[in-house]
């Protein structure tokens, strides 16, 4: 159901209904399957309960008119056949309900038994609020004996920011996945104020950063809800306003029925990419950490929704900001540039710097901007 434009959109709509329904004749056989075995022993069951409360009374009653057994204790007896029958019976029903739930209980525990890879130190350093001065120094990552990483180093001091551009599977979002301590780096340190990330406790590490995912995730709650959600504590509705209109998500979010309090679906049902990512960077906004994260977020904004917004995040002073984009457009303003191929920096700079040094982000740049007099832009830029 969650994927049912993409069937229509690939006209797979039989195949599917055939593969739910060849799912749902499995099931279906099974229930008939476990119906034939509880109808082959229950009739039998009752009949042997119903023979013995039977054979009590019979005989009982024989007793009774022979005057060697009151009535009194004729019904008391069998009310303690009943009695002791009863939980016998409910034993079978036990069985088969221990043997559902038995199934159930080891699919739970795979996941009340997982351990986090990454947990906080004993001694963990708390500190509530951090500048934001980052730096990686040769910092390295490795999967399985294979190097994903290499020797990235960089700093970014309070309020600066920080551009990385690469071919896809290059490693860009796994940089921003080791400041988050997402995953741990193999090589060097990862400091963030002189503290290495691995010293802060991990609450105190991800309240510092507000991060904008590349895969844009909404809860099914109220727009409201969603974007207060890095801070139900203290972000106000005026807090919130204000971040949504940095955002350009105020606009259309005032002309839904409800507004703020419009509903929406998982991961954002029934909004365009454009609106998903703009509410999820109100959402970051509103958060106000003195970290922000753009992993790829503005690729479904057009170009100047995407120049408004960063209007807005350099009107935020002392925000550092690291940007993880593809398009020239989200990153030229950037105060450094580093250009990813195969896990190492191949290329840093200013936008500028780049473009005269002839490398990958020229050729990019040549790239997006073919047929709009390239040249001719690129020597207004160096003019300006």
Not at 8 to 28: D, G, I, S, T
Not at 116 to 121: A, L, Q, R
Request: glycine share 8%; net charge negative; with cysteine.
């Amino acid at each position: 159901i969650s994927g049912v434009r993409l069937v229509k959109a690939f006209a797979r709509e039989k195949y599917e209904a055939h593969k739910f329904l060849e799912q749902n004749k499995e099931y279906y056989n099974l229930n008939i399957k476990q119906m034939k075995i509880w109808s082959r022993f229950f009739p039998t069951i009752e009949f042997i309960y119903n023979l013995l409360i039977v054979f009590v009374i019979v005989i009982g009653g024989a007793f009774v008119i022979g005057e060697e057994l009151t009535l009194g204790t004729l019904v008391r007896f069998s009310q303690y056949t009943y009695m002791v029958i009863w939980p016998m019976r409910l034993l079978g029903w036990l069985s088969s309900l221990m043997a559902e739930a038995g199934a159930s209980v080891k699919k739970i525990n795979l996941i009340f038994d997982e351990k986090p890879v990454i947990e906080s130190k004993e001694d963990a350093i708390v500190k509530e609020h951090l500048s934001g001065n980052v730096e990686f120094d040769q910092v390295g990552l490795s999967f399985d004996k294979k190097q994903v990483l290499k020797d990235i180093s960089f700093t970014i001091k309070p309020g600066k920011s920080l551009a990385i551009m690469g071919a896809a599977g290059s490693g860009k979002s796994l940089i921003v996945s080791l400041l988050c301590r997402f995953c741990d780096s193999t090589e060097g340190h990862i400091t963030i104020d002189g503290i290495d990330v691995k010293d802060l406790d991990l609450g105190c590490l991800r309240s510092n950063i507000s991060m904008v995912m590349q895969d844009t995730f909404l809860f099914s709650d109220t727009i409201e809800e969603n974007i207060k959600l890095g801070g139900k504590d203290y972000i106000t509705p005026e807090i919130m306003a204000v971040a949504a209109e940095n955002a350009q998500a105020h606009d259309f979010i005032s002309l839904m029925e409800q507004s703020y309090e419009t509903v929406i679906g998982e991961k954002g049902v029934g909004l365009s990419g454009g609106q998903k990512q703009r509410i999820s960077m109100a959402r970051a906004f509103a958060k106000n950490a003195p970290i922000l994260v753009f992993d790829d977020s503005t690729s479904a904004l057009d170009l100047e929704t995407e120049k408004q917004v960063q209007q807005a995040i350099s009107d935020m002073n002392g925000i550092t900001t690291i940007v993880i984009a593809h398009r020239i457009s989200a990153v030229m303003n950037a105060d450094e540039i580093i250009v990813l191929d195969d896990g190492e920096v191949v290329e840093r700079g200013t936008h500028i710097t780049l473009l005269n040094q002839k490398g990958s982000y020229y050729e990019t740049y040549v790239e997006q901007y073919e047929g709009y007099e390239v040249y001719d832009a690129y020597k207004k830029e160096q003019v300006g």
